[in-house]
């Protein structure tokens, strides 16, 4: 069993900047791809960005493309979500996920994940 917590979710003005962070426990996720989601009130949740094992290849979904960037550090079992530009938009419920196994095809789906955290949420005011 995997364990993730969020933190870092916060009030932001637009234009400002916000990183959150996901800690994994009870078993290590270094194996396997991991991501962020996000769900706003009344909508589905949806994919904001992930990254491989290796951390080197991430994807990200084109509304936060070139704004948000995700990374991990898998001696210390996490993974971060940079938010930069944040746009009233953006204000959802941020989710940490990890697949079982190295994931591609599949990568942007709630389907392909296994484990998820409880989610921190990110308001971002006009």
């Known amino acids: 069993q995997v364990q993730l917590v969020e933190s870092g979710g916060e009030l932001v003005q637009t234009g400002g900047s916000l990183r959150l962070s996901c800690v994994a426990s009870?078993?290590?996720?270094?194996?396997?791809?991991m991501a962020w989601f996000r769900q706003a009130p009344g909508k589905e949740r949806e994919f904001v960005g992930a990254?491989?094992?290796?951390?080197?290849?991430?994807y990200y979904a084109d509304s936060v493309k070139g704004r948000f960037s995700i990374s991990r550090d898998n001696a210390k079992n996490t993974v971060a979500l940079q938010m930069n530009s944040l746009r009233p938009e953006d204000t959802a419920v941020y989710y940490c996920?990890?697949?079982?196994?190295?994931?591609?095809?599949?990568?942007?789906?709630?389907?392909?994940?296994?484990?998820w955290g409880q989610g921190t949420q990110v308001t971002v005011s006009s």
């Open positions: 996920a990890a697949a079982t196994t190295e994931i591609l095809s599949t990568i942007h789906q709630v389907s392909a994940y296994y484990y």
């Open positions: 990254v491989r094992r290796n951390g080197g290849a991430t």
């Open positions: 009870g078993r290590t996720v270094r194996a396997t791809t």
